[in-house]
């Protein structure tokens, strides 16, 4: 487990990076059982190494690890960093709320949009990929489970249309669905509804058999109802420290 430095700058670049390796070991090793005990194939789970308020030191010694997918959830420090590591096969997932005039910034270096969740950011983000020149991003359809508006994520109610809005476009491929267990509610619960709103949407587009689902504290529960993405920042880089924005 990872634990102590916050930034990574307690601790000396070749402590951290034992450190960073030691928790990716374990934490791969987890996916792993909880792979086996779902009767599932851990190489069908996409880990996502959520970098977010971590030094490009720490991003650097994890591609030097051989973790190739990064998230992010801010673009201004997302871009920074993927400026950085421009050189990189590193591909970047954007895990946030997306303001529609961000979209183009965002489309510039992600490669995959976990949070599309209104028919407006459908829109931007196509158009962001034609004035780009790029042909291609794939998109998760965020949820919302809780019930609540406000935290982003569409009602489960509005997944068909947003899907088929994204299934017209030129250049945007729908991989499935994406959701963040609602605080306080049991994750596997929440899960369960989204293997069953991956199912409905399956029949129209069987292309987006994708979950984006898990974090650190409930990744174990996100394996067993079918997540095939896990977006984990804290079970492998520690506790985040004060979000400066
Ligand atoms: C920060 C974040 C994560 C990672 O959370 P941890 O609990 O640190 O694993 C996953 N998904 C989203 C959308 C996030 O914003």
Same mark, same amino acid.
């Given at each position: 487990m990872a634990s102590g430095s916050t930034e990574g700058t307690a601790a000396g670049p070749d402590e951290r990076r034992a450190e960073l390796a030691a928790s990716l070991d374990d934490l791969r090793a987890r996916i792993v059982q909880a792979s086996v005990q779902a009767g599932?194939?851990?190489?069908d789970v996409v880990l996502i190494a959520? #970098?977010?308020?971590?030094?490009l030191t720490d991003v650097r010694l994890l591609l030097e690890l051989g973790v190739d997918d990064l998230g992010e959830n801010r673009d201004q420090e997302a871009k920074a960093k993927a400026a950085q590591l421009a050189s990189t096969d590193v591909r970047w997932h954007f895990l946030g709320q997306v303001q529609t005039n961000k979209a183009r910034s965002v489309a510039a270096?992600?490669?995959?949009?976990h949070s599309v969740d209104r028919a407006s950011l459908v829109d931007a983000l196509q158009l962001a990929l034609t004035r780009s020149g790029r042909d291609r991003l794939d998109v998760f359809i965020q949820v919302n489970?809780?019930? #609540?508006?406000?935290?982003g994520g569409a009602a489960p109610g509005l997944v068909a249309g947003l899907a088929d809005q994204i299934a017209g476009t030129a250049a945007l491929r729908l991989r499935g669905v994406m959701t963040v267990a609602p605080l306080g509610a049991e994750p596997a619960r929440a899960f369960g509804q989204l293997a069953e709103i991956s199912q409905r949407l399956r029949h129209?587009?069987?292309?987006?058999?994708d979950i984006s689902a898990g974090m650190s504290g409930d990744f174990v529960s996100a394996i067993a109802a079918g997540a095939t993405h896990l977006r984990i920042g804290s079970a492998l880089l520690g506790p985040r420290g004060q979000v400066v924005s």
């Open positions: 599932r194939n851990a190489t959520v #970098t977010k308020t971590f030094p270096y992600a490669q995959c949009v489970l809780d019930g #609540t508006s406000g935290r129209d587009h069987q292309a987006a058999t």
